[in-house]
């Protein structure tokens, strides 16, 4: 069976996946942000990290005519240690499905630990196109070179971060992670990243980023784009670099285990990393303050 009829087999099958409806319901009606583009990553759906209510909240808050899902989207390597697939992941599966089919552009570039997805490269499945990288061009004539970023792991070994990024280390972290979030829950505080906050107190971790992000703009430079979009590192950053005298832009989505970020494009081309967990702090804070009485006394006084 070639490529092409899997393809053709997933897709008369595409209709009753997935399921007729989610666990987690879109909300009717309500304005959406509208964005030219989109781009996720690291979302790792099979694991315990994922932080799958907040990813929810953010697919029913925004829309766009592209998204880019820029790898790490489903753990492969975890999923084969350990299944672990909850309601709210398949919610998820099923709102990218559903965007597709409304007429938004769906672009998946695998990632490493999504690997598996690779030899479906050039294929469509349910209106996702799977590439191994992405050329997007901006509203006002950048254009961007999309690719996850593992790419550059062999060029980076010389640094631990990785190793440490792969292994228990990292995970003891995570769940480390989720605990203080069950607990600030409680409390009724905001979502907080406890390794984000490690992770920019290492010096190494520090050393490492920085040398990432060089690596990856060199590589688009050497391409002759005007810039690269990415992922891998969990790590949401915009920089921009010189090659050859002219600038190039390094721009990385984040992720939605640690730091929950998107990068978006507005329709003009302006790009804008979003740090949803603030963005959820301030529509909270602007709920609260449209439903306080106007004319209340006390607040007059005070
Ligand atoms: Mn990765």
Redesign the pocket.
């Known amino acids: 069976m070639t490529g092409a009829d899997l393809s053709d087999l997933i897709n008369d099958n595409i209709a009753s996946f997935p399921p007729g409806r989610p666990r987690t319901p879109e909300p009717e009606g309500g304005a959406r942000r509208r964005y030219r583009t989109i781009w996720i990553?690291?979302v790792h759906l099979g694991t315990k990290g994922c932080n799958a209510e907040l990813l929810i909240d953010f697919l029913d808050s925004v829309d766009s005519e592209t998204m880019y899902l820029v790898?790490?989207i489903i753990d492969g390597w975890r999923l084969k240690k350990k299944f672990y697939w909850p309601a709210a992941h398949n919610d998820i599966v099923w709102r990218i499905m559903k965007r597709a089919r409304r007429g938004t552009r769906v672009v998946y570039i695998p990632?490493?630990?999504d690997e598996m997805f690779r030899q479906f490269t050039g294929l469509n499945f349910g209106g996702i196109e799977i590439r191994r990288a992405a050329f997007h061009d901006t509203a006002d004539g950048r254009r961007l070179m999309v690719l996850?970023?593992?790419e550059f792991d062999a060029v980076m070994l010389s640094h631990r971060w990785l190793a440490f990024v792969g292994d228990h280390a990292y995970h003891l972290m995570m769940k480390c992670n989720i605990a203080v979030n069950t607990v600030r829950r409680w409390m009724g505080k905001p979502y907080w990243s406890l390794s984000k906050a490690a992770k920019h107190k290492v010096k190494n971790a520090v050393e490492f980023i920085g040398k990432y992000e060089e690596v990856v703009a060199r590589a688009a430079g050497e391409r002759g784009v005007d810039g690269v979009v990415c992922?891998?590192?969990h790590t949401a950053e915009f920089r921009t670099f010189q090659h050859n005298g002219k600038p190039v832009e390094y721009w990385n989505d984040g992720d939605w285990v640690e730091g929950c970020n998107a990068l978006v494009e507005h329709h003009d081309g302006r790009m804008e990393i979003l740090h949803w967990p603030e963005e959820m702090k301030r529509r909270a804070e602007s709920e609260a303050a449209a439903a306080a009485p106007q004319d209340d006394p006390a607040r007059e006084a005070a």
């Open positions: 990553s690291d790898g790490d990632g490493n630990h996850h970023g593992d992922g891998h590192i």
